[in-house]
């Protein structure tokens, strides 16, 4: 899901263009602030038109490549946002039961124990690690990330009946 394919950088066209624009006006007018500065001080031999000058031409740049960085963290995040819904999707698609087949007449006395907990296939570890990796991306805490999980009833990677800190830790650092 991380792959970027052509259609995910034609999202948003309008605010890469304007981000690139924010660049390229910073450097440009900042640039042109500093050569002004540096002549105005050449000129009237004065530090202080130089200083004052080139001081609001480096401003002028951090403020502009700022803002674009700030456009740039926006999509950043919505396209983060989609590839954990992706992942989060491909694992409910891999953990869906197949449907059950007719039930059968089975005496009443009969009590089922819930099934034991099995550990992940390696596809479906596959995708748990790299759900628990995009959640990660996206600032979730470990313990948070857990809770996630355990809401989701997704399968624990070694078949122990539930998620933990120290469980989640350990896939982020083998992924």
């Given amino acids: 899901m991380k792959n970027s394919t052509k259609s995910e950088s034609a999202k948003y066209p309008a605010l890469r263009i304007i981000a690139a624009w924010y660049k ?7 640039g042109i602030l500093i050569i002004v500065g540096a002549v ?3 000129q009237d031999e004065s530090f202080v038109a130089f200083a004052s000058w080139g001081s609001a031409g480096v401003i002028f740049i951090i403020l502009a490549v700022s803002i674009a960085e700030i456009i740039q963290v926006f999509l950043d995040t919505e396209r983060s946002t989609r590839d954990s819904a992706g992942y989060l999707q491909r694992l409910v698609e891999l953990q869906a039961k197949p449907a059950a087949a007719p039930a ?20 479906q570890a596959d995708s748990i690690k790299a759900l628990i990796r995009g959640l990660h991306e996206d600032g979730l805490t470990e313990e948070q990330i857990v809770r996630e999980l355990q809401g989701e009833n997704v399968s624990t990677l070694d078949g122990a009946s539930g998620w933990t800190a120290s469980a989640v830790r350990s896939a982020l650092l083998s992924s």
Avoid: D
């Fill in 24 to 30: 390229a006006l910073g450097l440009v007018v900042g």
């Fill in 40 to 42: 105005s001080g050449w």
């Fill in 104 to 123: 059968r007449a089975t005496p009443a006395v009969r009590v089922r124990r819930p099934p034991e907990p099995q550990p992940a296939t390696p596809s």
